[in-house]
């Protein structure tokens, strides 16, 4: 004996898990396939790494934002091409206290490097870049 489902059962499942499954597919992929871009690039305040903070890229109305590794490092993905202005800020983030040995603690910052709060105001900052469909890279470096 096999089991019959009532359609009016089956065709709405059908259809809801075909849209998700297009919903998935057709979700974001490496840079550049959907028309968006990723901007890669390295922090430096006076010479020396930034080892923390954020990195904003607004287009238009949309802003996105990365975060800056201990290294001065950073990424920003999905970014729409066109011209940028862009800010740089500390981040205030509370931290628990690290004792030494402790796994991933080498990664923790508990000491920012300043950055200036001109770069943390789109009209003060004076940083802008052109950003391209895929892959980009922008070094910035701030004054102190």
Known sequence: MSAVFPRRIVTPFLLTFSLLLFAV?????????DGKAVVKGTVTIGGSPANSGQVTFTIGNESLSGMID???????????????????????????????????????????????????????????????????????????
Not at 25 to 33: E, F, I, R, T, V
Not at 74 to 102: D, R
């Open 25 to 33: 597919l057709s979700g974001c992929g490496p840079a550049g396939k």
């Open 70 to 144: 201990p290294q001065g490092n950073y990424s920003v993905v999905g970014l729409t091409p066109g011209e940028a202005k862009v800010t740089v800020t500390n981040l205030s983030i509370p931290t628990a206290p690290i004792t030494p040995g402790m796994p991933g603690a080498e990664n923790v910052v508990t000491k920012p490097i300043p950055i200036p709060a001109k770069y943390g105001n789109v009209e003060t900052s004076g940083l802008t870049f052109t950003v391209k469909k895929g892959e980009n890279t922008y070094n910035i470096e701030l004054s102190k």
